[in-house]
């Protein structure tokens, strides 16, 4: 034999080799048929143990490979420049490995995974005739021996000539899949938009996204023009939930904002992404598509997000079919949109007339009644059956036919009437009402109807009436409910508050009549605006004093301290109504206030023509009396042993004396409120009010010059503080008097 004619039969071999795979690859239609058939091949003519077949994914630029597992193939996709394989394909040239494990090219995880060890590994590049790489081939473990040279000539020859019918198949795949694509987007597209209920339209989008492109998961986050926030409804059924946040943050706020779309294949290295969800679900964000939604008119009124996308990276394809998604439904968002905005406010403008204590009842273009709520039937004494449909006129007769009168003026004239303390007969009885007639007309200005608004304003609305004047509207809601009982007289616990104003004959001579008027309305709504804010109630207004009190018909466990914040808040309203006066070049006005908690009495007091509620008791006249001493301790806010000892909050107080007030005959402790204070007015308060109470323990003791030293340091810290002076002419004066048995109490002599 002839040197030559191994190498002639070797190429003959081959030969018939390449010409039996371009014939078994010609009658092949699928790409999987081909791949299958290419590996077979490959692994009987080299001896291996078993042989894959990479394509290049151009989309992604992804290395995929299929494997045959039952009855199901699945996708194993890698980047094409990772381990042996990418290497590879980037380089376009084949690779002989004898020791796998020794190169740190390969990728040991998936041995692990699987079970095989690999020993040997032969990898080249997949051409077509116009040397164009579309994949790589790998063959692993030969048997016998290593991979040689030859075996990677014959493998390049054998992966060239079945390479066009693998991007001839792998063409027409992706036809077919798109094909498929759209068919699928026509029907999803068809189906979505005949939905106008905006839950159900939300959940068939975000399923038919997942669908569409492949993915974990799908949100459609609609904007909120109203709060500026995306929210979406998760969940169907009772276990459906509203998710918000503003339409700025994150990756979907992003989007909406700028109107472009994100493809983000790696989210945890995007620094918009929050991965605090994910901690909180379990769940595992790899990859993010995100599109804006917008109108036909540009507006981007939401935003659909795409979470992990099966096998790898969103594609542009993927964003582009996305976005031809959104472009089709965003019309059948909106419409379903609006309709739950109409819905919504019919819901709430029946809910709205039912809740009304008023009655309304509204009248067609023909003048028929069309609607009548529940106070309408309630008022008139009708079933809803028994008015709807009926004539105004045919409705209201006899005694009420002024009613149907007023309608039709009104009707006729286009201007509405308002008719006050009118009479209304249903039945045997008489009703009070307040009456309203307003014509209905649209935003065209053409008639629609007539509505009838119907206020009772019976023995329930006229004690409400007379009760609003002494308390805030809603504690008068709250006594009604629980019958008029309160109107008689009771005892019990309350806190009452006296104020008046310092030198009012000086202002009111500056002023003159109308002046003082003017400045006493001004002032009354100021302060009883903080009163009826802390619940409490206006008994009545002694000239420029105000009397009130706290838990007298609604009681708190916390009126002391109601009553305390009230006073506070009063003296702070009034330095900057003061500051403003100032200004303006008028005089400042300085007010007292005294608090005591005690038994009290209440009642409506009067004549049967004039009644009026009022509190009566010792309680009261001593709260007046504290008021009055502020005069005499320099102070503001002065409040009785009681009080103190009910306050449940932390004030700056401070303890000023112990006195029998005029007419009393039993001592009163008294404290003095100082939070009203900041550091201008009251410099280094606390210690003050450290060294006031040494003072003061000094002074009961009869330790004049001791109690002496004590005012005089708190002089030095806080020289305005006019108390501690007040105690050192005390002091003066008993010393220079001794009395005959001191027992601590300052007895006062005048009111």
């Known amino acids: 034999m002839s040197p030559k004619q191994p190498i002639i039969q070797d190429r003959l071999n081959q030969a018939q080799i390449l010409l039996g795979i371009s014939d078994r690859i010609a009658a092949l239609e699928s790409l999987d048929e081909i791949l299958e058939t290419l590996v077979s091949i490959t692994s009987t003519q080299l001896g291996a143990e078993r042989s894959t077949i990479f394509l290049n994914d151009d989309r992604s630029n992804e290395l995929y490979s299929r494997v045959a597992q039952g009855n199901v193939t699945r996708r194993i996709r890698m980047m094409n420049d990772v381990g042996i394989a990418g290497h590879v394909f980037q380089s376009g040239e ?125 949100t459609l986050f609609m904007n909120d023009a109203k709060s500026n926030e995306l929210w979406s409804s998760v969940g169907q059924g009772l276990d459906a939930f509203e998710i918000r946040f503003p339409n700025h943050l994150g990756i979907a706020g992003s989007v909406f904002t700028s109107g472009a779309s994100v493809n983000i294949p790696y989210a945890y290295a995007d620094l918009r992404f929050n991965p605090s969800f994910d901690k909180q679900t379990g769940y595992f964000t790899r990859s993010i598509l995100c599109t804006p939604v917008v109108n036909k008119h540009g507006k981007v009124i939401g935003v659909t997000q795409v979470l992990n996308k099966s096998g790898g990276p969103f594609t542009a394809e993927d964003e582009s079919r996305l976005k031809a998604f959104t472009a089709q439904i965003a019309i059948a968002l909106e419409n379903a949109a609006l309709f739950a905005d109409i819905q919504n406010m019919k819901n709430y403008s029946e809910s709205m007339l039912q809740s009304m204590a008023s009655g309304v009842v509204t009248l067609d273009e023909e003048g028929r009644i069309a609607t009548c709520n529940e106070a309408g039937q309630s008022i008139l004494e009708v079933r809803l059956d028994a008015i709807v449909g009926v004539a105004a006129a045919d409705f209201f007769t006899d005694e009420n036919e002024w009613l149907a009168r007023s309608i039709a003026r009104v009707e006729e004239s286009g201007e509405s009437a308002v008719l006050m303390d009118t009479e209304i007969e249903v039945g045997e009885e008489v009703k009070s009402a307040n009456v309203t007639i307003l014509p209905l007309v649209s935003t065209e200005q053409e008639k629609l109807g007539t509505l009838l608004m119907i206020e009772d304003i019976s023995t329930e609305k006229r004690m409400k009436s007379t009760m609003s004047r002494y308390m805030d509207p809603a504690l008068v809601d709250q006594l009604l409910a629980g019958g008029d009982d309160f109107l008689g007289g009771r005892s019990m616990e309350a806190t009452i508050l006296f104020s008046d104003v310092r030198g009012f004959s000086l202002i009111s001579e500056a002023l003159g009549p109308q002046g003082l008027v003017a400045l006493l309305n001004e002032y009354f709504t100021l302060m009883v605006e903080h009163l009826n804010r802390e619940g409490g109630m206006l008994d009545k207004f002694i000239g420029d004093a105000i009397m009130a009190g706290f838990g007298v018909l609604v009681p708190h466990d916390d009126d002391e301290d109601r009553a305390v914040r009230c006073a506070i808040e009063m003296i702070r309203e009034l330095r900057v109504w003061n500051a403003s006066r100032i200004e303006s070049g008028a005089m400042p006005v300085e007010i007292g206030i005294g608090i005591n908690t005690d038994q009290v009495v209440s009642g409506n007091i009067g004549s049967p023509k004039q009644m009026d509620y009022t509190i009566m008791g010792d309680g009261v006249n001593l709260a007046s009396r504290l008021e009055g001493l502020c005069k005499e301790y320099s102070s503001r806010i002065l409040i009785a042993q009681n009080t103190v000892n009910g306050l449940r909050g932390t004030y700056r107080i401070r303890d000023i004396d112990d006195v029998i007030v005029k007419g009393k005959t039993e001592p009163a402790r008294v404290f003095e409120v100082l939070d009203y204070h900041s550091d201008e007015t009251f410099p280094n308060l606390m210690d003050v009010v450290g060294h006031f109470e040494e003072g003061r323990q000094s002074y009961r003791a009869g330790a004049w010059k001791r109690a002496a030293h004590s005012f005089e340091t708190c002089l030095s810290l806080h020289a305005g503080d006019d108390l501690s002076r007040t105690y050192l002419d005390r002091i003066a004066q008993l010393e220079a008097n001794p009395p005959k048995q001191w027992d601590g109490v300052w007895r006062m002599k005048t009111k």
């Open 94 to 218: 084949g690779v002989i490995i004898d020791d796998a494990y020794a190169d740190e090219r390969f990728n040991r995880a998936i041995d692990t995974q699987t079970g095989f060890t690999t020993k040997s590994v032969l990898c080249v590049p997949i051409r077509t005739v116009r040397d164009q790489a579309i994949g790589v081939i790998q063959v692993l473990n030969k048997s016998g021996g290593g991979f040689t040279e030859h075996d990677m000539q014959l493998v390049e020859a054998m992966t060239r000539q079945a390479a066009v019918a693998l991007q001839g198949a792998q063409t027409i795949e992706r036809m077919r899949e798109s094909r498929a694509q759209e068919k699928k987007f026509v029907d999803i597209v068809a189906d979505i938009t005949s939905d106008i209920d905006l839950g159900s339209l939300l959940q068939k989008v975000m399923t038919e996204c997942t669908r569409l492109l492949d993915a974990d998961r799908s």
